[in-house]
């Protein structure tokens, strides 16, 4: 991989959704402003557009005014002006092109350029069509079929050609449900449209009518304010698809790092920003993140990580001492933050002041005071069977101690006894001690224990999604969202609605394109874009990028829209690509093109990465053993490094000289797992 055909079939072609067809280059981090050709993408709405008239005079569709002066409109437009001599020669050969377009909407007696496009005798700045004066850059309505909504544009260019025909150039809006959010446009704003780069010429009587499309707020939405839909939220509000996959701003140059260089754009002002890891396993996203992030100048620190397995916990904490490791169901975690929000709200909390550092709050850091206490309350201890709190250690939403009623849950300390008495307590029982628990929840609140909306920067995490595996041969293909297995992707995207960070970085299978048509994916994205994120998705191999790993992920990036939405980094290193890609979603392989010249590093192995080890046996007690070889590769020799010696710029905290960074810790497996695994020399 790491390179690829742009060119595809015309069968692969029509079986993409408008947006995802009208790429360019499909280059992640190309300008966004980039216009498309009409010749690299498969027309809107060819098919369904009226056909130029052929009479040189039609008295409902024709321009106004004087032409513009001839020397302005070769400067804004020379590809409409080639020479005479050259024109001869174009005649002939784009006439054949054309032959093979179809519905182009243009008559077979055209004069095209060599690239394709009309040439035009003169353009214009008005138009009168059906009685209506159109000038240049309104918004429009434009013939749809016949049970179809009209198509909406900004007329970007009128002119006559040398054959008299008059045309206007389209720049298309789209609605929701022509984007790859598709089968979910319910999730969008009905009066939303979103601005493409995608521009095609449309003979001049296929404007319908004009259409109010504004720009709500600066580098903000885009509405169409003639949708007699409920008002929209006018505030806020925007969006402008730049090509299939990315809904952005349309902000120019939104780079901030490629290829682990810094970029102009980058963001440098932030000291520090706070990471939530999601289902973090034990860790790797965020690491990484964390790694990346510090490259750019960024002290991404991960404050928070849930997930629901107790080993991938522990393993966490040995890389981020700094975290607030949560070892609970992700949906335990949801309604946790919002009783802790509400909880805040009721002890009048929320805006007060809050501590930036010295953020840990753990239950250690209590023992010396709860020792203190126990000692106390010994002295004074009576035969009485009635036990007082002493201190609320912790909290999590949910059955702990296997109590089956799910609710707000407190750790106590009890008066006079010490950490093997602790209880986790229903928060109805704890009515009588409001001051104990008014201390807990301030404490929280201070030190973020739990993220209340806007404390995380970033939010990072892949929702598994089991009902898509292939495996499953239960699959929900009707409704996958109703899927059990597939409902982690809910609650992923409520809790960032709820917490609305700034930036979002979700990572999958590739099943979530390829099962049902991609709904899952587009179902994503849609979320994405209702909640006013700009959206970018992606698909990589970690073999892409030196590591012994082909398999594809998918990624999808998430930015408000006061942020740059960033761009994916172009692979370093070949990989053996194995799996099929759904041919809707290939163009979001991040990869060069293939006429593009880079040099790329050869693709890795397994043996890179573990040829060095010693054998290790399913009863094998160490934790640590020593290497078996020096490293005999230059994988392995990164690999050993210190992780301060891998980054610089890391937080404190992360990069303490020497600090091993852990892989993993040792689980041993049943035996039969064990045997099963390959023998070193298959
Ligand atoms: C593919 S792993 C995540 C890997 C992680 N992003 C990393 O980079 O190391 C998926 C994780 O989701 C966790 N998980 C599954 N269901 C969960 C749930 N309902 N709530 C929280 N975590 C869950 C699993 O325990 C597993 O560690």
């Not at 015309?10 to 993409?16: E, G, I, L, S, Y």
């Not at 990315?246 to 990471?275: K, Q, Y």
């Not at 997930?307 to 916990?313: P, W």
């Not at 020792?371 to 999590?396: H, I, P, R, T, Y």
Request: net charge negative.
């Amino acid at each position: 991989m790491g390179r690829r055909e742009t060119t595809k079939s015309p069968a692969q072609h029509d079986a993409v959704s408008p947006l995802q067809s009208k790429r360019k280059k499909p280059n992640p981090n190309a300008d966004s402003s980039e216009s498309c050709s009409a010749d690299n993408i498969v027309p809107l709405i060819p098919s369904r557009r009226k056909t130029a008239k052929t009479s040189t005079v039609n008295p409902d569709a024709c321009f106004v005014g004087k032409p513009i002066p001839a020397t302005d409109a070769l400067a804004k437009w020379p590809h409409r002006y080639p020479s005479k001599d050259f024109f001869y020669f174009t005649i002939i050969f784009s006439s054949k092109l054309l032959g093979k377009k179809k519905d182009s909407g243009r008559s077979s007696n055209e004069v095209t350029s060599e690239n394709g496009a009309l040439n035009a005798k003169s353009h214009y700045r008005q138009a009168r069509v059906d009685g209506v004066i159109y000038n240049l850059y309104d918004a429009v309505y434009v013939k749809a079929e016949d049970d179809k909504p009209d198509y909406i544009a900004r007329i970007v260019e009128m002119f006559e050609t040398d054959d008299h025909e008059q045309y206007f150039t389209a720049q298309w809006f789209y609605r929701a449900e022509d984007t790859v959010i598709k089968d979910h446009e319910d999730l969008v704003d009905k009066q939303r449209v979103f601005i493409s780069d995608v521009k095609d010429e449309n003979p001049l009587d296929c404007i319908v009518s004009k259409v109010k499309v504004a720009k709500i707020t600066p580098n903000s939405f885009w509405f169409n304010m003639n949708n007699p839909e409920p008002t929209p939220k006018v505030e806020s509000d925007m969006s402008s698809a730049i090509s299939s996959e990315t809904v952005s701003n349309g902000f120019v140059g939104d780079i901030s790092m490629v290829n682990g260089e810094r970029c102009e754009g980058e963001i440098t002002d932030l000291v520090e920003w706070s990471l939530l890891d999601l289902y973090s396993g034990c860790g790797a996203m965020s690491t990484g993140l964390c790694f990346g992030a510090s490259i750019s100048g960024i002290k991404l620190v991960t404050r928070w990580a849930v997930d629901i397995n107790e080993h991938a916990c522990n393993s966490l904490k040995l890389n981020h001492p700094e975290t607030q490791v949560r070892n609970e169901a992700a949906e335990n975690f949801l309604n946790l933050l919002k009783a802790w929000h509400k909880l805040c709200g009721d002890f009048k909390l929320l805006g007060s002041e809050r501590s930036d550092s010295d953020l840990d709050m753990n239950e250690d850091e209590l023992h010396d005071e709860v020792e203190d206490m126990k000692n106390e309350a010994s002295e004074n201890q009576s035969d009485s069977e009635e036990f007082e709190v002493g201190k609320l250690l912790a909290v999590c939403h949910g059955g702990p101690n296997d109590v089956k009623k799910p609710g707000q849950y407190f750790k106590v300390r009890w008066k006079g006894y010490g950490p093997g008495e602790d209880t986790w307590e229903p928060i109805d029982g704890l009515s009588d001690c409001k001051d104990v628990l008014k201390d807990f929840v301030k404490r929280g609140y201070k030190k973020k224990l739990l993220p209340l909306p806007g404390d995380a920067d970033f939010i990072c995490g892949g929702p598994p999604c089991q009902g898509v595996s292939g495996f499953n041969r239960f699959r929900n293909t009707q409704a996958p969202l109703e899927d059990v297995k597939n409902k982690q992707l809910l609650v992923y995207m409520d809790i960032i609605e709820f917490l609305k960070p700034k930036y979002v970085l979700m990572e999958n299978v590739v099943d979530i394109l390829r099962f049902a048509g991609g709904f899952l994916g587009r179902y994503a994205v849609g979320r994405l874009v209702a909640m006013d994120y700009q959206a970018r998705m992606g698909m990589m191999a970690a073999g892409s990028y030196g590591l012994p790993q082909f398999r594809m992920r998918v990624f999808l990036w998430g930015a408000l829209h006061t942020q740059k939405l960033p761009p994916y980094p172009l692979p370093t290193h070949e990989v053996v690509s194995r799996g099929f890609v759904p041919s809707e979603f290939e163009e979001i392989t991040v990869a060069y093109d293939s006429k593009d010249t880079c040099q790329l590093g050869d693709a890795l192995f397994l043996e890179d990465a573990i040829s060095d080890l010693p054998p290790v046996a399913n009863d094998e007690s160490q934790d640590e053993r020593k290497y078996a070889t020096a490293p005999c590769t230059e994988f392995q020799r990164y690999i050993r490094l210190k992780r301060n010696e891998m980054v610089g710029n890391m937080h404190p905290s992360q990069s303490q000289s020497g600090r091993i960074l852990y892989d993993h810790r040792p689980l041993k497996l049943n035996q039969d797992d064990y045997d099963s695994l390959p023998d070193s020399q298959e």
